[in-house]
T-cell receptor, first 112, second 114 residues
Framework: DADVTQTPRNRITKTGKRIMLECSQTKGHDRMYWYRQDPGLGLRLIYYSFDVKDINKGEISDGYSVSRQAQAKFSLSLESAIPNQTALYFC???????????FGPGTRLTVL | GESVGLHLPTLSVQEGDNSIINCAYSNSASDYFIWYKQESGKGPQFIIDIRSNMDKRQGQRVTVLLNKTVKHLSLQIAATQPGDSAVYFCAENGQETSGSRLTFGEGTQLTVNP
């Protein structure tokens, strides 16, 4: 089984709808991250959490919110989706003692 | 602002040749660098990393070189195979260490021709 899973894998929605992307991990890592990837661009950090009670904004947090429900779960919400939020979204985890981040398979979101 | 970027967006090589993918970084405080491989439809996967107290680190068929003087990082892939075709990203940890935020470059698309 995959260590980092994301649901859904694909989602098409309309402008103005609320969307939640979910991430679960079985690696036992305290740190979790949400990234966005656009064509021709690298990964940009949206939000990150270093433990269950910790939430931090990344470089592009506007229009997004997150919830760290448990050590293993970190969800990303788009309160009112807009077309320029069409992108690939990746969740990642890391151990505090190491820099390497482990990525999920991604969610492809299309906002019409 | 601080950024990590790549010199070339695409690289095409023949199977069996060696590949070199380059990355420039601007944050002189970064002390950790990592290369990821992203295949189509998948999330990034770790390839190799290096700390700033090293100039070179080797893995299986891959070598990462770090030149701190010119803030340059490269990934060398020996005897490139079709399965190496993917987008390669470099990333740096900025001023933080240990399980920290990473700043990613834009990526280089490597295509291996049979």
């Amino acid at each position: 089984d995959a260590d980092v899973t994301q649901t859904p894998r694909n989602r098409i929605t309309k402008t103005g709808k609320r969307i939640m992307l979910e991430c679960s991990q079985t690696k036992g890592h305290d740190r979790m991250y949400w990234y966005r990837q656009d064509p021709g661009l690298g990964l940009r950090l949206i939000y990150y959490s270093f433990d269950v009670k910790d939430i931090n904004k990344g470089e592009i947090s506007d229009g997004y919110s997150v919830s760290r429900q448990a050590q293993a779960k970190f969800s990303l919400s788009l309160e009112s989706a807009i077309p320029n939020q069409t992108a690939l979204y990746f969740c990642a985890t890391s151990d505090p003692n190491y820099n390497e981040q482990f990525f999920g398979p991604g969610t492809r979101l299309t906002v019409l | 602002g601080e950024s990590v970027g790549l010199h070339l967006p695409t690289l095409s090589v023949q199977e069996g040749d060696n590949s070199i993918i380059n990355c420039a970084y601007s944050n002189s405080a970064s002390d950790y660098f990592i290369w990821y491989k992203q295949e189509s439809g998948k999330g990034p996967q770790f390839i190799i990393d290096i700390r700033s107290n090293m100039d070179k680190r080797q893995g299986q068929r891959v070598t990462v070189l770090l030149n701190k003087t010119v803030k340059h990082l490269s990934l060398q892939i020996a005897a490139t195979q079709p399965g190496d075709s993917a987008v390669y990203f470099c990333a740096e940890n900025g001023q933080e260490t240990s399980g920290s935020r990473l700043t990613f470059g834009e990526g280089t698309q490597l295509t291996v021709n049979p």
